[in-house]
């Protein structure tokens, strides 16, 4: 497994963040929870977003809530292209109806599962503003925790270019 632990910088693209934004957005509309992923190159400690990944999912609206699921042929399909196109991921980018926060199936399920890998919940299906500091994120230790940043820890962590 890969370690993402030594990366101290994201460098994500506002139109790439706007790709995912508006993609957890449309299914919102109805009703309904998505997941993006960010997939990029590291170069020492920081880590280089490239592309934005919609994989092919199915939401669900469940008796104990909202959920989305990406099928082990899709995830091999995304791990396959990212071994030939020398990627990772680095983040996956998910929506919640109203408030964001890590859920026991965000943290038994995620599909980054690296060590220093991140797992973004934007609140009332990603339609209020895109700004970080609205939203709940969350670095993944090497205890295995999914432990959520500060924002002071967001601004140092994330550069939007």
């Known amino acids: 497994m890969n370690?993402?632990?030594?990366?101290?910088?994201?460098?994500?693209?506002?139109?790439?963040?706007?790709?995912?934004?508006?993609?957890?957005?449309?299914?919102?509309?109805?009703?309904?929870?998505?997941?993006?992923?960010?997939?990029?190159?590291?170069?020492?400690?920081?880590?280089?977003?490239?592309?934005?990944?919609?994989?092919?999912?199915?939401?669900?609206?469940?008796?104990?809530?909202?959920?989305y699921a990406v099928d082990g042929e899709e995830l091999h399909r995304i791990n396959q292209y990212l071994f030939e196109?020398?990627?990772?991921?680095?983040?996956?980018?998910?929506?919640h109806p109203r408030e964001a926060f890590h859920s026991s199936s965000d943290d038994r399920f995620p599909i980054v599962d690296t060590f220093g890998g991140i797992s973004i919940v934007v609140p009332d299906f990603a339609t209020g503003p895109i700004n970080l500091k609205y939203w709940a994120i969350y670095r993944l230790s090497i205890n295995g925790n999914w432990d959520s940043l500060g924002i002071a820890d967001i601004n140092d962590l994330f550069k939007l270019i």
């Open 85 to 95: 196109n020398n990627m990772e991921l680095i983040a996956q980018i998910h929506s």
């Open 3 to 67: 370690d993402l632990t030594k990366i101290e910088k994201i460098e994500l693209s506002e139109e790439q963040l706007g790709i995912a934004i508006k993609f957890l957005k449309k299914a919102g509309q109805q009703q309904y929870e998505a997941v993006a992923l960010f997939a990029g190159q590291k170069h020492n400690s920081i880590f280089k977003v490239e592309e934005v990944i919609l994989p092919y999912q199915t939401s669900y609206k469940l008796e104990e809530g909202l959920m």
